[in-house]
DNA sequence: TATTGTTATACTCTATAACTATA
DNA sequence: TATAGTTATAGAGTATAACAATA
């Protein structure tokens, strides 16, 4: 009881990473879908905001344009996603998913969410319950930087 | 209430790599240390355990020796870390920080530490707990595939 | 022969700067 | 001129394979 913002910082630093190698190595190690973890989240944005832009999932991936860009030839030439121009701005980019983008992307989560389930199956149901928490806890506190200030400038102080 | 390791899975997927983003970028963007996570982790891990040997912080860290001996000539080169040979055994390599290796380390986890503090004032103690449990859960599960056996061999009940 | 570490090499990821095309 | 995206280029980080030195 008692835990300070420091000591959690601290924590956070330590825990994190550790997680972070083990994820990435799932994801890639994968047979046939063989992702980075930065394509299996530029995947599933695409997913859930179909037709965005280029710019926007840079934004919340938080990767720069021409790095975005970058690895978005990567996946279309993979056949995962379809770039096309839009038609009222044809400077803009539209991207969707293919029906192999879904699949592979579905392969990979549930690759990973299998590994994960065994690890985390050690867990009791409250630990579970702490876990699941904190990650909800955390998720507004982290957005990417630029997307952050739609979450951040209203409550400054306070949280709920 | 009743999240299943499924789910939690998925917030690992979605949350964990934002929060990976922010720390990388607060590490390196601090004018006199800047470090990769990497970089900072194993210095913290020579702190921790003066003399160690260069296969002991490859395997706490996750890395292969080679990439292990790289990344320390450029912390040697930075004399942030002394490398010398062991005399009782002169394959071995015995690492140690310099007190400059140690004013960088205190300042990299100082910089990283306060700003990840004004992100989290704005939980409340409660929240504050609830994530500082999570991670001290998480640690175990997610130590390096090396030393993870120590830990996980004798519990390895049924998945597929 | 086995172990500890280094060197050689190559690939992925990401960034900055300069550019093109469209608005 | 401003915006959306691409191309060119470079640097960090990591891996595998081959090697050297010591035990």
């Known amino acids: 009881m008692g835990a300070t913002p420091s000591q959690v910082a601290s924590e956070i630093l330590d825990v994190i990473p550790s997680v972070m190698r083990e994820v990435r190595e799932l994801m890639r190690s994968h047979r046939t879908a063989d992702l980075s973890v930065t394509q299996f989240r530029v995947l599933a944005f ?7 832009s280029l710019s926007a999932v840079a934004e919340h991936i938080g990767l720069t344009l021409p790095s975005m860009s970058k690895l978005m030839d990567g996946l279309v030439e993979r056949k995962l996603i379809v770039r096309e121009f839009d038609r009222a701005d044809r400077r803009r980019v539209t991207l969707k998913l293919t029906a192999r983008g879904r699949t592979i992307l579905e392969a990979a989560r549930k690759a990973t969410r299998d590994h994960l389930t065994h690890v985390l ?9 702490t876990v699941y928490q904190a990650l909800a806890t955390l998720r507004p506190l982290f957005l990417s930087p630029r997307e952050a200030h739609l979450v951040l400038e209203s409550k400054d102080n306070g949280n709920s």
């Open 46 to 52: 695409v997913d859930r905001h179909s037709g965005t």
């Open 121 to 129: 199956s050690t867990l009791d149901k409250a630990h579970l319950e």
